[in-house]
């Protein structure tokens, strides 16, 4: 009797690690890749500036599309400017493919600027040489 007891308790023990696991391993691997994901605090999206310039390259990745554009100064030289775009996945949706911006296309782009002040911001939509405008939130 003391044996099947035993065993009883063991056999629970072993099946409440075992809940305990499959339900905790989930979630802090779920909650280590939120971690992963940065915010988007560094941009100033109250203010939404508007830029010409040419394509100098399209990256068309995940977890990030990166859109690098060259604008000349009003009396300076030309600057380069980094602007971060949402997911492919989530671009898609919006029509974006990865032909839609292509090396040396004139675009003008709306965007939320870098808080930092560097050239540079989280981009909102991109007017092709087309006149399409794809939207990116």
Do not use: C
Request: proline share 5%.
């Amino acid at each position: 009797m003391i044996r099947n007891m035993l065993r009883y308790v063991s056999r629970r023990k072993s099946i409440k690690s075992l809940a305990v696991l499959g339900i905790g391993f989930p979630l802090l691997i779920g909650s280590s890749l939120a971690l992963a994901h940065h915010s988007f605090a560094m941009f100033d999206q109250v203010k939404e500036l508007t830029l010409k310039g040419t394509v100098v390259s399209f990256a068309w990745g995940n977890p990030h599309v990166y859109l690098r554009l060259e604008s000349k100064g009003q009396a300076g030289p030309a600057i380069q400017y980094l602007f971060e775009g949402g997911s492919v996945n989530m671009l898609s949706r919006y029509g974006w493919k990865p032909s839609s911006v292509k090396f040396g296309d004139t675009v003008t782009v709306i965007y939320h600027p870098l808080r930092n002040g560097d050239p540079g911001g989280a981009l909102k939509s991109v007017q092709t040489p087309t006149g399409q405008v794809l939207k990116t939130w």
